[in-house]
């Protein structure tokens, strides 16, 4: 329980949905939609961070309010906040001819244009065309979005000048943009960015929150834009420098929810940002795992979540140090878990197998509100 004496104007607020219902039928006042999906949850983990303290309770949806009135004007005002922003519609991004809702789960596929990445590192360097063709292979077996990416930000991955950059990804984001595909640009570089939007890319995910660049922000900006702002320990050339948390679940929340006010002040609008927590980058195997298990609480950011897991560090120290292209049923087992965290968006290198499990979730859900 949280000791109401601990508690200052100061002290920060966070709320996790927990106590998952199959189906809001029968339990009118007792639950709450997460992010207008299909998820509903008759509670809240509550953690409050004063100073070095950290303590945590729970509360009903339906005792939310009389709680409330317990606290501090200020931490009232928070808590209530939270949780219209937990609830709060994401509304659909428009990539070119194309509307990407997040009322269900959405799946982004992975091309990578690199000699070196951690996974599938020298597939289609230097063919753009065979490039192309793989990702209108992930369009039609269901991704919502192909995400390309010149340059590995694996661990120990040289810095790669931006001109090469750009001779690896447009010619690629051309052929694909001719078909109207919806394409993000996977990049930490203003001049990346300029030239692939140029080229036919409707976003940009950015590894460092467009930290990295000096003049990422005001591209971003002034394209109008969607953006991905993922969360990393450092902005420099290795994202990977591994801090000190003192909490890492509500310190990465912190973070975001800076940037988030930062590109807001930029002018870049709220229903263009998505967030991404960074799994692997810079981040424990403990980091990673107490991230996945209380995702949720970034439902709190109040705009779309994206996961990137797939074949990740994390799966292979869990499962006899698989190699990356033999962590399939551990990334499927972490996208399952995110989209169940109401992540309205997973980053993947198999498509097919992603989308499979995405629609058996969602027959799944749909048949829980038919039958209640």
Known sequence: MIDPSLLTPDT???LRPIWFAESP??????????????IWFQGYEVTARTGEIVQRSRVAVADFNDWCAYLVEPLAIRARMLAANISAIRPPLALGQRMIRFDMPQVMGILNMTPDSFSDGGKHIDDPVAAADAGFTMMEKGAAIIDVGGESTRPGAARLWEGDEIKRVVPVIERLAASGTPISIDTRKAAVMEAALAAGAGLVNDVSALLHD?????????????VVLMHASAVGDNPHDNPVYHDVVTDVFDWLEKRVVACEAAGIARDKIIVDPGIGFGKSLADNLAIMNRLALYQG???????????KRM???????????ARLGGSLTLALRGI???????????????????????????AALVTG
């Open 25 to 38: 039928v029968g339990l009118d006042g007792q639950t709450a939609r997460m992010g207008g999906g299909l």
């Open 340 to 366: 169940d965290a109401g992540a309205q968006m997973v980053r993947v290198h198999d498509v097919p197998e992603t989308v499979q499990m995405a629609h058996v979730w969602r027959g799944l859900r749909d």
């Open 301 to 311: 950011l109040g705009v779309p979540l994206l996961l990137g897991v797939s074949r």
């Open 12 to 14: 920060q607020l966070y």
């Open 214 to 226: 000096p003049r990422a922000m005001e591209v971003v900006a002034a394209a109008g834009c969607p």
């Open 315 to 325: 799966i292979g120290a869990l499962s006899n140090e698989a190699p990356a292209g």
